[in-house]
């Protein structure tokens, strides 16, 4: 074998099929049953595009056990690093992984961290192994962090474009050996230090989600003053060189939601990046109280509110994290009526004429395609209540209103960017 990929989620089975494709021999390692049979059965857990054909013209050697990915020279590991609630990383599987693997390491393995992790892991972990088993980073073996940087929904795209930023214990002599295996990708290969590698990874998704709580706060702030968010988005932006304020909308997602966790546990600004996660996090309770807000009872007790959207954001069947849950759970505890629909996740949902139906509230809560702007308000004021409320703090559907009546659903002459 030439490379283990330990870990055959949405970053690690993209990953391994990616490199079964490029020529080298893989062998996939996961613990659940399910996703091997799956996999055995040339079927993809889960939507990522061009993985399918990817899956039907490879062949990947399949294990469950962790030890077995010693048989490769390189080991990669991409297994979930979500965080603790207390703000913490929550190492246990990649510890649980090294434990299993220490008995069958040998000199001249190279391991590879691509899971998302807190800044100093990749040292701890090249410390682990030498004070476990003797092996010297830089020396022996090859420990290095490659962080996963490409998004959900563009892996086959961005894996050949996005610099593949490498970051080794003992330098880049060290890198050099770990460059070798993703140099099968047509991505430029850039050398920097292991600490350097984590920040980069998590400070681009910590921008990523501080640019995205900036216009929600916006938004909460422009429902205090009565003003429009969106015609206030274009005022900031229209034809202004240092605008570039991004649009509202649901911001987690299993990355989002946690990467900034891992600067938070040690930071020199503590609660910065908590207050950003609360912007965030906050804006399924702002949208349920502009909703009894604008009830005729002020009250959402007995309304049938449609969600439609259960994804954590447009166009993937990724649910894990999303903030569409979360506004059920709040809606429910209104003692809301609550109907779902959302055509891509693998969860149970309602057709979209079934949720519609009669229904008093109707949230976008994510902005997938499939939702044609068109389509769905006609679909909503065939089907919906004639005075529906319509939630929709993407402007999906182009009303230019967070919340507007179903009869108001006429399109702005306001350019909006889909962010
Ligand atoms: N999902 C993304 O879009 C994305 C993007 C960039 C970075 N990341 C990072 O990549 C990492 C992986 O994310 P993911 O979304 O692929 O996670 P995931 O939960 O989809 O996949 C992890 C896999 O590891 C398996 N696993 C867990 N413990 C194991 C063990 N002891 N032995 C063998 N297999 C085991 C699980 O069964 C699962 O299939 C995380 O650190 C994440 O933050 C994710």
Redesign the pocket.
């Known amino acids: 074998m030439d490379v283990s990929v330990?870990?055959?989620?949405?970053?690690?089975l993209p990953l391994a099929l990616c490199f079964a494709d490029a020529g080298l021999s893989v062998l996939g390692?996961?613990?659940?049953a399910d996703?091997l049979e799956a996999v055995r059965a040339g079927r993809m857990p889960f939507k990522e595009p061009g993985a399918d054909e990817l899956l039907a013209r490879t062949t990947l050697e399949l294990s469950?056990h962790?030890a077995d990915a010693a048989q490769a020279d390189a080991i990669v590991l991409?297994?979930?690093?979500p965080s603790f609630s207390h703000i913490e990383i929550d190492m246990s599987?990649v510890r649980?992984?090294l434990d299993?693997l220490l008995p069958h390491l040998r000199p001249g393995h190279t391991i590879v961290l691509?899971?998302?992790?807190a800044p100093g892991t990749t040292e701890f972990v090249a410390g682990y192994l030498e004070r476990q088993r003797g092996l010297r980073a830089g020396v022996d073996v090859h420990v290095a962090h490659v962080?996963?940087?490409?998004?959900?929904g563009k892996f086959l795209q961005e894996i050949d474009t996005l610099p593949c930023i490498v970051g080794a214990v003992g330098g880049p002599e060290s890198g050099e050996h770990v460059a070798q295996v993703f140099g099968v990708f047509d991505a430029p290969i850039v050398q920097t230090t292991p600490v350097q590698a984590e920040l980069a990874?998590i400070w681009a998704n910590i921008l990523r989600y501080t640019h995205f709580a900036l216009p929600n706060l916006l938004m909460m702030d422009c429902e205090q003053y009565g003003a429009n968010v969106f015609e206030v988005i274009d005022l900031i932006n229209r034809d202004y060189p240092r605008g570039g304020i991004a649009q509202p909308g649901f911001t987690a997602?299993?990355?989002l939601r946690?990467?900034f966790t891992f600067s938070e546990e040690r930071s020199n600004a503590p609660g910065m990046l908590l207050a950003v996660s609360r912007v965030n996090e906050s804006v399924p309770h702002f949208l349920v109280q502009g909703m009894k807000r604008r009830s005729p009872d002020a009250t959402l007790n007995g309304r049938k509110v449609a969600v439609l959207g259960l994804a954590f954001k447009g166009d993937t069947d990724?649910e894990?994290d999303s903030l569409a849950h979360k506004l059920i759970r709040l809606l429910e505890r209104e003692l809301a009526d609550v109907a779902v629909h959302d055509p891509l996740v693998a969860s149970p949902t309602q057709p979209l004429e079934v949720a519609l139906h009669e229904a008093q509230v109707v949230v976008v809560a994510a902005n997938h395609e499939a939702f044609v702007p068109a389509e769905t308000r006609a679909a909503i004021g065939a089907l919906a209540s004639p005075d529906a409320l319509v939630v929709d703090p993407w402007n999906h559907l182009g009303s230019g209103q967070v919340f507007a009546f179903a009869d108001e659903l006429i399109p702005l002459q306001i350019e909006v960017r889909r962010s």
């Open positions: 330990i870990g055959l989620g949405r970053v690690g390692v996961d613990k659940d996703r469950a962790a991409t297994l979930g690093t599987a649980s992984v299993d691509r899971s998302t992790i962080p996963e940087r490409i998004a959900t990874k997602g299993t990355c946690k990467d990724d894990r």
